[in-house]
């Protein structure tokens, strides 16, 4: 399928004539004809710094968008009572609770998934290479609080629990040592002190910089989860329908940031550190972040079923759901199929394509395309 493409090479997006799906000779109109929007967003732990830079670099002007607020919150409820309300126009994020609402026969949608997998790890006192040994005497495992503060379970809790049934324990077969809230400044101290003491078999431990260190325990990092995470493009059909071309802009402008990231890695990072007279909060964060996703968001199949697997288990509302009908690939599809993302990685060097175009990492139950530049 061939487009007309009037960017440059050097330069960035200009204007795009895509072709109809049933009519390549039929042209569409270009991104300049586009009517202009200003974007108010509300994203999820921390998971800003795609639509910051996205705004920054250029990039949603070049497609008639701006940036008007950007505002976090910890609980997804009030993400997704925003979204229905028409307070905002999507969410960075919430990939748990939006089955509840496909249950609910609401129009919620995601269109892109920029990371889809995890590795967490474990602390023990001897070293360990599987669970297995705990199998018949029980295991006791010390990790956080499985419900956070607002009410709603932590997504990364609930992936420790599939961490461990992945290690061939049924669900609720571990008995789970609860030591306090994530940000808990002192959790990794409890987490050492529970296992050295025997308290419990083994900790969850995250990857927080600077950090508590982990002396005189034994660090086992489990295998790669597959799992919806990050800066998914969670919106609703009554935004996509009430405003023109929404998400194909949506869906370009993360696929262009990502390729800048890339392609101007310093830049990208002054755009983040520094703050200017924007309206809305700017939180900065990584580039490299941004820089790693990849640059076909599409979210891996897997993945999919493992956050809904952690929905089906929390919530008995959701059991009823087919796993892919919270998802829409068709927008970022139809770019894929034009040609446009294959442009971008032409234009990357052999050393950035080979930086981030690991392939296929292995996984306990298959293998996953996580970082590819190509996938």
């Known amino acids: 399928m061939r487009i007309d493409s009037p960017r440059s090479i050097s330069g960035w997006l200009v204007a795009i004539k895509r072709p109809h799906p049933r009519d390549e000779t039929k042209e569409l109109q270009t991104v300049n004809d586009y009517k202009p929007y200003e974007l108010n967003i509300m994203f999820r732990a921390g998971h800003s710094q795609f639509w910051e830079l996205a705004d920054k670099a250029g990039i949603l002007g070049r497609l008639n968008l701006s940036l008007r607020s950007m505002e976090g919150t910890d609980d997804p409820r009030v993400a997704e009572a925003a979204l ?10 919430n990939h748990i609770t939006p089955y509840l609402w496909v249950a609910r026969d609401k129009p919620i949608v995601c269109l892109a998934s920029p990371s889809n997998a995890v590795r967490d790890r474990l602390i023990t006192r001897e070293p360990l290479t599987s669970l297995a040994d705990f199998k018949a005497k029980g295991l006791r495992i010390a990790d956080w609080n499985l419900v956070a503060p607002h009410g709603i379970p932590s997504h990364d809790r609930l992936n420790h629990i ?21 940000d808990d400044p002192e959790y990794r101290a409890k987490a050492v002190e529970a296992v050295m003491t025997g308290k419990a078999d083994a ?6 910089r600077g950090g508590q260190p982990l002396h005189g325990v034994h660090v086992w990092e489990l295998p790669v989860l597959p799992m919806i995470n990050g800066t998914t493009i969670t919106t609703s059909y009554e935004v996509l329908y009430k ?6 802009r949506l869906v370009q402008a993360m696929v262009e940031t990502i390729h800048y990231s890339r392609m101007h890695p310093e830049e990208a990072q002054r755009f983040l550190d520094v703050k200017d007279s924007r ?23 897997e993945g999919i079923l493992n956050a809904y697997e952690l929905s089906r288990m929390r919530y008995e509302e959701a059991q009823g759901v087919n796993p ?15 040609g446009f993302i294959d442009e971008l990685i032409q234009e990357e060097p052999a050393n950035v394509r080979g930086k981030y175009g690991s392939g296929m990492v292995n996984t306990t139950t ?10």
Request: a negative charge; aromatic letters at 14%.
């Open 203 to 208: 900790a969850f431990v995250g990857r927080f």
């Open 324 to 338: 892919l009908a919270l998802w829409d690939m068709h927008y970022l599809r139809d770019l894929d199929l034009s």
């Open 366 to 375: 298959g293998r996953l395309f996580t970082q590819s530049s190509t996938m």
């Open 279 to 301: 309206r809305y909060k700017q939180n900065g964060g990584s580039a490299e972040y941004v820089a790693r996703s990849p640059i076909k968001p599409y979210p891996s199949g």
């Open 162 to 182: 599939l961490d461990i049934m992945r290690q061939g324990f049924d669900e609720g077969e571990a008995e789970w040592i609860e030591l306090g809230q994530p």
């Open 84 to 93: 229905f309300s028409g307070e905002i126009d999507f969410i960075c994020g």
């Open 243 to 248: 405003k023109e071309h929404m998400a194909e």
